[in-house]
């Protein structure tokens, strides 16, 4: 039974790391990135990639888990209606566009800079979930408004590999949308930033995979295959948590521990 020990020595951290994201997905509407991207780092790394390369791959393959993963929570969020479609219709052309441009500009960046802006992100995300600020209310954004705003969280959230929950969730609770419909609706808006950033990422897939096995261009497809079906899976457990525990709890909690990963981060390129 080796192949049984090499899956679990190997392989079995994916299949929880799925189950994690896949919650996290659908309670508090990130697409599982700021998770996701250091834990694969640190994975890649111990499997012998290059720092500079590893980083890159848990940027794409941590986009192209959250493509299914966003999937599942929408399919669990609309059932609960916690969708607000009309910011939706809105929001999507623009967050695709800036997360398509802001990807271009990643592969060919320093995965030294690019960690530390990452780093950066986790940090300013732990503090806004850890003070759970109640915003003040503003009125509806007009067009020009949430059009630059979107583009912002598209390129934003392709630069750290997130869904965009981070950022989207926040700016609509301002706008008079609940925090439920606003987790809804980032959840619909991770789908396309992931998708045009995936496929920003496999611009020149052919040519690089034939120098790395298991992987498909900058996709580490272990992490790929088996990280999906569990957070797919688990997705619609995180949406039914939005009703039963006490979120600015769990928030808190993830903040603390995003103040953990944002830390050895800064540590990692420091040392």
């Not at 750290?160 to 008079?176: E, F, Q």
């Not at 790395?212 to 999906?228: C, H, K, N, R, S």
Request: glycine residues 8%.
């Amino acid at each position: 039974m080796d192949w049984l020990t090499v899956f679990f020595e190997q392989y079995a951290v994916f299949c929880l790391m799925g189950v994690i994201v896949g919650v996290l997905s659908g309670l508090l509407g990130i697409g599982g990135g700021i998770v996701l991207v250091p834990m694969l780092h640190a994975i890649l790394v111990a499997k012998g990639f290059a720092a500079d390369t590893a980083f890159h791959m848990a940027l794409a393959t941590s986009m192209a888990c959250i493509v299914f993963t966003s999937l599942s929570s929408i399919l669990a969020h609309h059932k609960n209606q916690n969708i607000v479609w009309p910011y939706v219709w809105a929001m999507v052309p623009m967050a695709f566009v800036g997360s398509l441009l802001a990807t271009l500009v990643v592969i060919h960046l320093d995965a030294r800079y690019l960690t530390l802006f990452f780093a950066a992100f986790t940090f300013f995300a732990a503090v806004q979930l850890f003070l759970d600020r109640k915003p003040t209310q503003h009125k509806v954004p007009g067009k020009v408004e949430i059009g630059l705003v979107s583009l912002l969280i598209g390129g934003v959230s392709a630069l750290v590999s997130i869904g965009g929950g981070t950022l989207t969730v926040p700016y609509l609770a301002m706008r008079n949308v609940s925090v439920k419909q606003a987790i809804g609706t980032s959840a619909v808006l991770g789908f396309p930033i992931a998708l045009a950033s995936t496929a920003s990422y496999l611009q020149d897939a052919w040519r690089q995979t034939a120098h790395a096995p298991e992987t498909f261009g900058l996709l580490y497809l272990p992490a790929v295959i088996l990280l999906t079906p569990f957070s797919m899976l688990f997705a619609p457990m995180g949406v039914a948590l939005t009703r039963r525990l006490p979120v600015k709890v769990l928030k808190r909690i993830f903040a603390v521990f995003l103040i953990g990963v944002s830390l050895n981060l800064v540590w990692s390129q420091l040392s």
